[in-house]
């Protein structure tokens, strides 16, 4: 049993730091002679027990054929990447009165946090130590209670960024804007208000084969020169918030129609994404990154008013916008910079009332990359693994 758990564990960190590894990096030699799995040895019943263990190293250290230009990327895939980040996320919405143009902006108290980060040729993923490092003053603001998982996969072709946000705690960041509001305090604090974001943003990188994504978010790979490349997908968002009573609390209710009462509601949105993305690099070890994606699609939004009326609307249509940012220096070893992910969501024409809403990250780093390969061949023999 031990023996299991102890390969599970190397197997699965095999594959976060040498998923589809490219073949002019150095390779752990295997046996002479060894061209598919079917020829590692395979005829006693401990080979057979082997032989699956093998196999996947075999796949996974196996030659695959330069797939970019050389020229423009450099890659790091068998490098171990690690990288701390103080970061900031974020999740805010505004409801409107269509008729009356008035908004309530709902904004949660902003904490920076240090974060914990590891990168493989797919993917990148932040851990959110939850050590906090500033935020805003909770009497001003109130306090926020958050969850929030955001996951980036790369591959070569295609990048995909996967979030699920659950926040409870806002403030009304535009209060001073209306007479009625008359408290002492800058903002109304709405501890009564929660709200989740769902979703899932894809890419196809057109310019793939020069256009490197992970040199500025990534971190496996560096932009040798500069270049950009249209970007086409699709994204798919759920947004739910709830309050109580109403998200228009007497303050403000005389400059809202009472059919904007609303005490929850949840909205699908999707589409096809187009835009661009470009890197410019400068004194070799320096880049900056800039990217704008429009998303065209349709939506359907449910409300339940104060008064407990229900409002249904089908599929209308909707926009999306993706700005993301990206500046740093990459040494080779190491590597400094700052990044910026953030998705607004635009509704309009909706009778009565209407949502939008936006989400995000923002974050300064310092990441290594260390090299490993030495040590995980000699692990990869030890365990007899390879050399077989």
């Not at 705690?169 to 008359?182: E, H, L, P, V």
């Not at 309009?348 to 990250?361: E, L, R």
Request: glycine content about 8%; charged content about 20%.
């Amino acid at each position: 049993m031990r023996k299991n758990i102890f390969f599970g564990s190397v197997f699965f960190y095999l594959i976060f730091s040498w998923m589809n590894s490219h073949a002019q990096e150095p390779h752990i030699k295997k046996s002479e002679g060894v061209k598919t799995i079917w020829d590692i040895p395979h005829n006693t019943a401990w080979e057979k027990w082997m032989w699956i263990h093998r196999s996947i190293v075999f796949k996974i250290t196996r030659d695959r054929p330069i797939k970019h230009d050389t020229t423009y990327i450099k890659s790091y895939s068998k490098r171990f990447v690690v990288t701390l980040p103080v970061s900031n996320r974020f999740l805010r919405f505004g409801l409107i009165d269509v008729e009356s143009g008035n908004k309530l902006v709902f904004v949660p108290n902003l904490q920076y946090t240090l974060g914990f980060s590891l990168s493989s040729r797919w993917a990148t993923f932040i851990i959110n130590s939850r050590i906090k490092l500033y935020g805003d003053n909770p009497t001003y603001k109130g306090q926020t209670k958050y969850r929030d998982y955001q996951l980036s996969l790369y591959g070569e072709k295609i990048t995909t960024d996967l979030f699920v946000q659950y926040y409870t705690g806002f403030y009304i960041k535009n209060s001073r804007a209306y007479d009625t509001y008359t408290s002492d305090k800058p903002f109304e604090i709405r501890a009564d208000v929660s709200a989740i974001n769902i979703g899932i943003n894809t890419y196809y990188i057109a310019n793939h084969k020069k256009f490197s994504y992970k040199n500025s978010f990534g971190f496996t790979e560096k932009q040798k020169k500069s270049v950009g490349s249209f970007l086409y997908g699709i994204y798919y968002s759920y947004f739910d918030v709830n309050s109580s009573p109403s998200l228009v609390s007497d303050a403000f209710k005389s400059s809202f129609d009472s059919l904007s009462y609303i005490r929850s509601g949840h909205t699908h949105n999707f589409g096809l994404n187009i835009g661009y993305i470009y890197t410019l690099v400068f004194l070799k070890k320096c880049y900056t990154t800039v990217s704008l994606v429009q998303g065209l699609g349709g939506k359907s939004i449910t409300y339940i008013r104060e008064n407990n009326s229900r409002f249904d609307q089908a599929i209308t249509g909707s926009g999306k916008l993706n700005i993301r940012f990206g500046a740093g220096y990459d040494h080779g070893s190491y590597f400094v910079g700052t990044m910026g992910l953030f998705d607004y969501f635009l509704f309009g024409g909706i009778t009565h009332s209407a949502f939008d809403y936006s989400s995000g990250k923002f974050l300064v780093y310092a990441g290594y990359r260390f090299a490993t390969l030495k040590k995980e061949r000699k692990l990869l023999r030890k365990l007899k693994l390879i050399d077989y």
